[in-house]
């Protein structure tokens, strides 16, 4: 493109030398032809650079974009699992347990005004002083654990048994995870709920 654009501008030249003092009609027509053409070369090298660059946008858009889908890490995809009467109680209650149990360590090494923990008769009661009560409890009919939060209110965790995990049906998240997250800001130092199994 660009040798055709010079040879192009150089015969326009020298045409227009020997037009220069020349009345030639002739002589002034292949001049305004000459001129059309540059312009031509000139307007076709502008948009085929403005299609290469359009193209080039085009495939670096799903690129990046692929790039970021590739490399975020997927969520866990959990299953509500049919448990037996027997096997329900085995794995709630040994949740419980670790729970309560975690949860009168944290009493026990840490002073927190108004702290106290409960359990009985599959209820946790979880006080937090002026952040609030958390109170887990068995629901045998449903095969479930119930939360009541005072940040992100109730909520109802179905059990997985290959991943060993409570979670909440509708959007995945783990009892576990919410317990954390929640109780680690309500207390201000982290917190690592044995919700699902020993760590």
């Not at 448990?83 to 670790?98: F, G, I």
């Not at 106290?116 to 209820?123: A, I, K, L, M, P």
Request: aromatic fraction near 10%.
């Amino acid at each position: 493109m660009a040798s055709t654009l010079t040879r192009t501008y150089l015969a326009r030249t020298q045409l227009a030398r020997r037009c220069l003092n020349s009345s030639n009609v002739n002589c002034i027509r292949q001049l305004s032809r000459t001129r059309a053409a540059v312009t031509n070369i000139v307007l076709r090298a502008v948009s085929e650079n403005n299609n290469a660059l359009h193209s080039t946008r085009r495939l670096s858009g799903p690129q990046q974009q692929s790039s970021r889908f590739f490399s975020s890490k997927p969520e866990p995809q959990y299953t509500i699992s049919d448990l037996s009467d027997d096997d329900y109680h085995t794995v709630s209650d040994a949740a419980m347990d670790r729970m309560v149990e975690y949860f009168e360590d944290i009493g026990d090494e840490h002073e927190i005004s108004g702290y106290d923990v409960e359990y009985q008769s599959g209820v946790m009661t979880l006080k937090l002083g002026d952040k609030g009560t958390y109170v887990v409890n068995k629901q045998p009919p449903n095969k479930q654990l119930w939360l009541s939060s005072p940040t992100s209110g109730p909520k109802r965790y179905d059990y997985d048994q290959e991943h060993e995990t409570w979670f909440y049906n509708r959007d995945h998240h783990s009892l576990k995870y919410l317990l954390d997250t929640e109780i680690t800001k309500a207390l201000g130092f982290d917190i690592n709920v044995p919700v699902d199994k020993d760590l």
